[in-house]
């Protein structure tokens, strides 16, 4: 039997498992087996991020240590939206979060840093559970705009997410690492890890700041999570490809 031990922090480690859009029945099937085989770490919040058409289904083969995220929502409850879903629609179903902001439809669907806020807002209005995604280019890293870029995309974030902190999470993802194979250095993503936290000192709260879980995503893999998870400001990860393979157990048992 494995032995998990409690982690020493305020800040408890959550792990998001992003599919994209990948999977069919079958092969869902069998990743939620794995990942009820496990055993992970109790002391670890697991959020697994499903393509909307299969959300019911997921949510139906669950176990209760798993919980369901859609990938993306509009920013109002109903109406004449052809092909949007709606936080009302992700709850109905059994869902409790949201990921937001990703990357990906920051920059194939063009998604501007206020239309990402309306949704969060509306999210959380609804009472869902949000991961909101933000980082640079390779560009804006290079031009030395990593800072200004995380800065500026998580401001419209604060408006919106007011006094629901407890129910977000925030997803630092260098576009540049993103399904590259190239993970920014444990440094790297501490440095802006901890840059973005003393900025939401004087931007938010000294309380959210210290509170807010921030997690790193790009390439991570179970061969470098446990370095980057010992960085003291990685409070988890938000997984995209290896988060379809088995490895994603060892990733979220990353702080054992
Ligand atoms: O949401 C997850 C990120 O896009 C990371 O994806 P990746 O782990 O395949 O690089």
Redesign the pocket.
């Given at each position: 039997m494995r032995k998990f031990k409690t982690r020493n922090m305020g800040r408890k480690f959550v792990v998001?498992g992003?599919w994209?859009m990948n999977g069919d029945k079958n092969t869902i099937h069998e990743i939620i087996t794995t990942l009820s085989n496990g055993p992970l770490d109790p002391n670890v919040e697991v959020v697994i991020?499903i393509p909307a058409i299969y959300l019911a289904y997921v949510q139906s083969i669950v176990p209760d240590n798993l919980k369901v995220a859609a990938q993306n929502c509009w920013k109002v409850e109903k109406g004449a939206f052809t092909g949007e879903i709606s936080p009302a629609m992700i709850k109905d179903v059994g869902s409790e979060w949201v990921?937001l902001g990703?990357?990906?439809r920051r920059t194939i669907f063009k998604e501007t840093d206020e239309l990402v806020a309306e949704k969060v807002a509306h999210a959380l209005a609804t009472g869902l559970k949000v991961i909101a995604?933000i980082g640079e280019t390779l560009e804006e890293r290079e031009a030395g705009k990593t800072e200004e870029v995380v800065f500026r995309q998580t401001l419209p974030l604060i408006a919106a997410i007011g006094d629901n902190w407890d129910r977000v999470v925030l997803?630092y993802?260098p576009v540049w690492?993103?399904?590259?194979?190239k993970?920014a250095s444990p440094a790297q993503a501490q440095e802006v890890h901890a840059a973005l936290r003393n900025w939401l000192v004087s931007n938010a709260s000294p309380a959210v700041a210290e509170a807010v879980r921030i997690q790193y995503?790009?390439?991570?893999?179970a061969a470098n999570a446990k370095e980057l998870a010992a960085c003291p400001d990685i409070d988890g990860?938000?997984?995209?490809?290896?988060?379809l393979k088995p490895e994603f157990v060892d990733i979220v048992n990353a702080t054992m």
């Open positions: 998001g992003n994209k991020g990921i990703h990357s990906e995604c997803a993802e690492a993103i399904g590259t194979g993970t995503g790009g390439s991570v893999t990860f938000l997984v995209g490809g290896a988060s």
